[in-house]
T-cell receptor, first 113, second 118 residues
């Protein structure tokens, strides 16, 4: 079974731009969670989607948003990019949120100049 | 809110030795899940082991085992017969289910950088 895939793997943007990251979960997994990893703050939870609905959200500004499609694929969007948004963005999928193990994709490395 | 603490920023051991990574957490919940993930230089986050809080028996996966002390809120990882490929960042993580379904997201510790020396 194929693992979680994320595209693109690397991205360079400038301040003020917006960006969309994509995540395809493991086949059969309906829950997708997003995390931001930075050297200073570590790994932080962004949001979680299940059956096309955002079920939970971390403590991030409204510039960070996401959605999930009927095939469980998910996208996250960051608008008006800031230098501090430079990070590794990790997507994880699970069958049932809250009880099942989350399996991670390889991440998207975003650099904001 | 839950917190996860890993008190060892870095550890270094010789190949074939046994090493224990420590993790403590703070929660008022009784039903939750604990995980150890490893992140090698490739940055791919890989599940090492999982423990359900309601299970008294410690989880094991081949060379990896945990010492889960629920009352002490401690969850240490023991790696036996360490190998060069075990070199990675190791993260302890906590997850609790939300009422009505959904997940609260994983809460991670800051990580322990484990280096296996040849």
């Amino acid at each position: 079974k194929a693992g979680v895939t994320q595209t693109p793997r690397y991205l360079i943007k400038t301040r003020g731009q917006q960006v969309t990251l994509s995540c395809s979960p493991i086949s059969g997994h309906r829950s997708v969670s997003w995390y931001q990893q930075t050297p200073g703050q570590g790994l932080q939870f962004l949001f979680e989607y299940f059956s096309e609905t955002q079920r939970n959200k971390g403590n991030f500004p409204g510039r960070f948003s996401g959605r999930q499609f009927s095939n469980s694929r998910s996208e996250m969007n960051v608008s008006t990019l800031e230098l501090g948004d430079s990070a590794l963005y990790l997507c994880a999928s699970s069958q049932t949120p809250g009880t099942d193990t989350q399996y991670f994709g390889p991440g998207t490395r975003l650099t904001v100049l | 809110a839950q917190t996860v603490t890993q008190s060892q920023p870095e550890m270094s051991v010789q190949e074939a030795e046994t090493v224990t990574l420590s993790c403590t957490y703070d929660t008022s919940e009784s039903n939750y899940y604990l995980f150890w993930y490893k992140q090698p230089p490739s940055r791919q986050m890989i599940l090492v082991i999982r423990q359900e809080a309601y299970k008294q028996q410690n989880a094991t996966e081949n060379r990896f085992s945990v010492n889960f002390q629920k009352a002490a809120k401690s969850f240490s990882l023991k790696i036996s017969d360490s190998q060069l490929g075990d070199t990675a960042m190791y993260f302890c993580a906590f997850m609790k289910p939300l009422p009505g379904g959904g997940a609260d997201g994983l809460t991670f510790g800051k990580g322990t950088h484990l280096i296996i020396q040849p």
